[in-house]
């Protein structure tokens, strides 16, 4: 029997033409959206929201999906739900210091830096065409 890929959930906020995104150092620094693993009864939107509240302290709304991407981490393989979510009370704050230190508001071009560095996850740099479009 073929081992199912795990699935984990991460939202995007644009804004003035610049994504949102954390520096999750866990397993060394990697550049990725806010998200994780679905908890037991959760939607994929309810963990979307989740997951913002508790890494960057804001309350999000989901606004669609954008698609499923593959990554592959320091846990394994995953396959991420991706959603286009907008921050609808708070500003972004670190939360949880010993995991994601940092975030930023980053340009596409920035973003195109961090995938040459390799800084960027898997589900991010497959993702990138989809989002391009929503940051022009």
Request: proline share 7%.
């Amino acid at each position: 029997m073929a081992l199912m890929k795990r699935e984990m959930s991460a939202g995007i906020v644009i804004r003035g033409g610049r994504l949102l995104l954390v520096h999750n150092s866990k397993h060394g620094l990697r550049i990725e959206p806010p998200g994780g693993k679905k908890e037991p009864g959760e939607t994929w939107e309810r963990s979307v929201e989740r997951e913002f509240e508790e890494e960057l302290g804001v309350k999000v709304r989901v606004v669609r999906p954008l698609g499923v991407y593959d990554t592959h981490s320091p846990e394994g393989e995953f396959a991420v739900h991706l959603y286009i979510s907008e921050i609808i009370e708070g500003e972004p704050k670190v939360m949880e210091p010993e995991k994601i230190p940092g975030f930023g508001w980053y340009s596409i071009e920035e973003i195109e830096a961090m995938k040459a560095r390799g800084d960027l996850v898997p589900n991010m740099v497959e993702a990138l065409e989809d989002i391009r479009p929503l940051m022009e």
